[in-house]
């Protein structure tokens, strides 16, 4: 059975069962700004697992696209991976423990065919100090489950992660964990604030007993041991409790939010625990080693790291992401660039992408439709990725070679940063691999010399405002307002991908550099037109405050312009018209600008027009437009 053929046989069972079956959200969240990634099939669905109504009812399923960048540095080994599917059913307060755990056992054992003797839960052994009781009800669900396949259910009381490791598995089948089995958004009980839903969950896991215990991860093998005999292949969430003043309270509708590995789940139907030789992954092996000459058992890790990078790089595309040098963009140039080094180590040292991406897309195309009809722009993409980067990579490596003979210091990694456009962390990895020493205090020495070049540069470029602006007569004032506004409606229009690249202000017109894969077309200039002037007809206040650099940014969520380095403190402005909840435009800059967006119209009237889009460079787009 494929992954692809349990993917189906997941939404047809669910949809038996009353389900709607929904689509997956992009890669990329829309309306929540504490996250990069849509790291989990709940991410999407917590307005309504916390009370709003979902318009397809109270039973869901799908299949949700997840991307855990934290998990970059993890690949190479048996089970991680950086992108993933999570399989999904949530119940809105409607069926509960009782009909969730036997259906998700019967999907295993009876729809995909696991050996049931194989299967591992655990429960949350509960919390007296909160008047939190043990999840008893779970237990007595699985010991039922299994005893009716004719394995014996004994219960083992574990207590924390960390204990297991002394106790170990002693022959048990159902085991109790204190906060390993718990869910909030806060963490365990004690952190759970005052409003906030929480509960118990029930993992299962599958054992791969031809593997032996690694005693270096702990004396003894548990389920929740790293070392890899045992893999987690899902998880039912039991939103059971609200915290209130007083403690915790039962919820009178409680939900049910469950999440399902589909790589693993295949992995455990091949009763192998390399998820990379999947359906969905091996394919990229097989074309790697066509493409090296080079056998997967002799370069398992950089093989690994690129079929995942790929996969996930792939999809960010599909959802309309481009590699730059600001937050999901940033990933995502990451990831290929890591595919791209470790490719080189294969050999395969030119046009990779063109040959490996193809099949990935096949891999896709018929359950994401998406993936086939952007296909071509994918590809685009991504290959444009890789010439750029192989010819820094092939200079970078090989000044790398020479700075590094006597270590690796703040010193060599800024001069391959500054002059060869070589990554932080490229650098630190070659260390790595080269077994090449790095300084303790590299990274106090590197910001030491990129502030002094900041200082050289602001020396230099002395009277020029941040963002292009030469002057500070009322037109540059109202060009670089407008600016803001148009950056602002580009996003709107075009997506969040859209990052400043650059921008030249004079009195007679803006010019503006931005990353898109592809030509603006007349529909959307037009859109970004009128939404422009809209906001200047609305007469937007226009007022700036000064933050902390990583309050404005990661706190404050505001704009800044791609690859730019900043003090300890920005100036930020706003737009926002009188009454409004939230500003238009929230963007960091040098200034100066109007007071008042109206005075962008002026005497006589002028509006905002669109006179020229180009491409600047790969992947960066240039508008020049005047207020007429």
Known sequence: MTAQEIR????????????????????????????????????????????????????????QTCLRAQDIDEVGDNRHTTFFEMLGNWSLGDYFKKEQLPWFFEFLVEIVGLDPSRLYVTCCSGFPEYDVPKDSESGALWKQLFEAKGISAKEVEVGSEANGYKVGAQNGRIFYYDEKNWWSRNGPPQDVKIGEPCGPDSEVFYLFDEIEHDTSWGEKCHPNCDCGRYMEIGNSVFME????????????????????????????????PDVFRISILWPIIEELQKLSGKKYESHTESMRVIADHLRAATFLAVDGLVPSNKEQGYVMRRLLRRAIRFAFDLGIEQNFLEQVVPVIADMYHKDYPEVGQKRSVIIEVLVREEKVFRQTLRKGLKEFKKLTESGLTGKEVFVLYDTYGFPLELSLEEAYKQDVKVSDNWQKEFDNLMNEQRKRSQTASKGIFKGGLGGTSLQHKKYHTATHLMYQALRDVLGNHVVQNGSNITEERLRFDFSHPEKVTPEQIEQVEEIVNKQIANDLKVSFEEFPTKVAVEEKGALGQFGDRYGATVKVYKMIA???AKPYSFEICGG????????????????????KEESSSAGIRRIKAILV
């Open 8 to 63: 189906q046989k997941y939404l047809d069972f669910f949809k038996a069962r009353n389900h709607s079956v929904i689509p997956r959200a992009l890669l990329v969240p829309q309306n929540d700004p504490t996250t990069l990634f849509t790291g989990s099939g709940m991410q999407p669905l917590i307005p309504y697992l916390l009370g709003e109504k979902h318009s397809d009812g109270t039973r869901l399923a799908n299949s």
């Open 241 to 272: 409790y609200i915290r209130t003043k007083d403690g915790f309270e039962k919820l009178p509708k409680q939900n049910v939010d469950f999440g399902g590995g589909l790589e693993r789940i295949a992995a455990a139907k091949q009763n192998n």
């Open 578 to 580: 009188d009454g409004a």
């Open 592 to 611: 100066p600008h109007v007071d008042h967006t109206s005075q962008l119209a002026g005497s006589p009237p002028r509006k905002f027009k669109i006179i």
